[in-house]
């Protein structure tokens, strides 16, 4: 239900844009948001958005580099990452849920998951 693409291999201080398109309607989905998970690591949290938009958080770790939007027309999330850093270096999973609270940040807050995708950023 969760499609995410737009990884690649960038260089530091590079910019990559991510999107993730979920099938049904986009009021479905009160809440989309972006995960990572780095080897060895677990998955973290680094993004989400309510279905109007109006409500956002990121990751302290995120704030001022990644932004995400929605685009309800197009049932699709973007991330996008600028001032990429090799500690950004992970796949990127979307993540969507029916319920928005900006407090819902962990991976047991989200039933509904993309495959995945790889960014690899080079110093």
């Known amino acids: 239900q969760l499609q995410a693409s737009g990884g690649g291999l960038v260089q530091a201080g590079g910019s990559l844009r991510l999107s993730c398109v979920a099938s049904g309607r986009p009021y479905d989905w009160s809440s989309m948001s972006w995960f990572r998970q780095a080897p060895g690591k677990e998955r973290e949290f680094v993004a989400s958005?309510?279905?109007?938009?109006?409500?956002?958080r990121y990751a302290d770790s995120v704030k001022g580099r990644f932004t995400i939007s929605r685009d309800n027309a197009k049932n699709t999330a973007y991330l996008q990452m600028n001032s990429l850093a090799p500690d950004d270096a992970a796949v990127y999973y979307c993540?969507?849920?029916?319920?928005?609270?900006?407090?819902?940040?962990?991976?047991?807050?989200?039933?509904?998951w993309g495959q995945g995708t790889q960014v690899t950023v080079s110093s």
């Open positions: 993540a969507a849920s029916y319920i928005w609270e900006s407090s819902r940040t962990s991976v047991n807050d989200y039933a509904y």
């Open positions: 958005v309510s279905q109007s938009g109006r409500g956002i």
